[in-house]
């Protein structure tokens, strides 16, 4: 049985100290912004409802006019970063179903394509029967470097994420 795809060499192991980089869809980008916005907005308007309470005698706070200032400006600043947040969530939005496609393309690909016993058997070819530990990791190298090859992909932790989806629906279905 010979594969069309298979790589020619056996693939490079990626061991990159300090690399502990995981990877956030859009989904969860647009998620976690959409909630630091909120939150910005929150801070920001209490601390400059506290200041109007206070300076209409409502709040009684002893405060100099510098300390107002000051939390006057992080309030603000506050403020800012909250639609500095919810601008770079709509921008992660709207990547969200293309990312969401071509994952699904990517996945469909692979597992149309390969199945266990031809990428055990394209592994046995290359280094031989290997114990059961060693051939997970033999697997994971295998699928990640044809991703790699075939969808010109760059970003590791998006690469990794997606053989470890790839190896969980070839391997354990």
């Keep these: 049985m010979s ?12 061991t990159e100290l300090g ?21 910005l907005f929150f801070c920001g308007a209490l601390v400059i409802v506290a200041l109007i309470l206070k300076h209409t005698g409502i709040l009684n706070i002893p405060l100099t006019p510098l300390t107002e200032a000051v939390l006057a400006l ?22 969200i179903s293309t990312e969401d496609h071509a994952r699904e393309e990517q ?15 394209a592994i046995i070819k290359i280094d031989g029967e290997l114990p059961m ?18 969808f010109n992909l760059s ?5 990794d994420d997606l053989t470890e989806e790839i190896y969980e629906k070839v391997f354990q279905e």
Excluded: C
Excluded at 19 to 39: C, G, P, R
Excluded at 107 to 117: G, N
Excluded at 133 to 150: A, D, G, N, Q, T
């Design 3 to 14: 594969l069309e795809n298979e790589p020619k060499e056996e693939p490079r192991i990626r």
């Design 74 to 95: 992080m309030a603000l600043a506050s403020i800012a970063g909250g639609f500095i947040s919810k601008k770079q969530a709509k921008e992660a939005k709207e990547m």
């Design 155 to 159: 970003n590791e932790a998006y690469v």
């Design 19 to 39: 690399s502990s980089k995981t990877y956030t869809s859009s989904k969860d980008k647009y998620e976690n912004l959409n909630s630091s916005a909120s939150s």
């Design 133 to 150: 530990e060693i051939r997970s990791f033999k697997r994971m190298e295998w699928i990640s470097s044809l991703l790699v090859e075939h």
């Design 107 to 121: 996945i469909s690909w692979f597992t149309e394509k390969f199945t266990a016993d031809m990428i055990d058997q």
